[in-house]
């Protein structure tokens, strides 16, 4: 199974099973989250659009840390102006647990009679 979500305002390809690193995100390990699917295929089948309204990846929480730190230089010659600042974003990793699709199954219809 594999399908591409939207999470933290990003599109990212993703399989069952697999890991994936998203930045900014500040949730708690070990929580499950739900994203949604906007192109699922699998061997013979791919949905897309309408299809994949009612589909969902569920991903666990596995850790929520500092990424590499980047640091911007400033400097101005003439002036002796020079600044220094170090950022570095949040990052949290998930594991994709499933890809399900949340459509309720139709009942078959009974013929009375």
């Known amino acids: 199974m594999n399908a591409i979500i939207s999470i933290g305002g990003n599109q990212h390809q993703v399989s069952t099973g697999m890991h994936l690193m998203v ?3 500040n949730l708690k ?3 499950t989250v739900k994203a949604p699917v906007l ?3 699998d061997q013979d089948i791919v949905k897309i659009g309408r ?3 009612q589909m969902e990846a569920r991903l666990k929480i596995l850790k929520v ?3 590499t730190k980047v640091i911007i230089r400033r ?3 003439k002036v002796r102006h020079r600044r220094q600042v170090g950022f570095r974003s949040l990052l949290t990793t ?3 647990e499933n890809i399900v699709d949340t459509e309720p199954k139709s009942k078959p219809i009974s013929k009375t009679g």
């Open 29 to 31: 390990v070990g929580e």
């Open 65 to 67: 840390e500092n990424g």
């Open 94 to 96: 998930f594991e994709v």
């Open 39 to 41: 192109l699922y295929w």
């Open 51 to 53: 299809e994949t309204k």
């Open 75 to 77: 400097f101005r010659h």
């Open 23 to 25: 930045e900014g995100l």
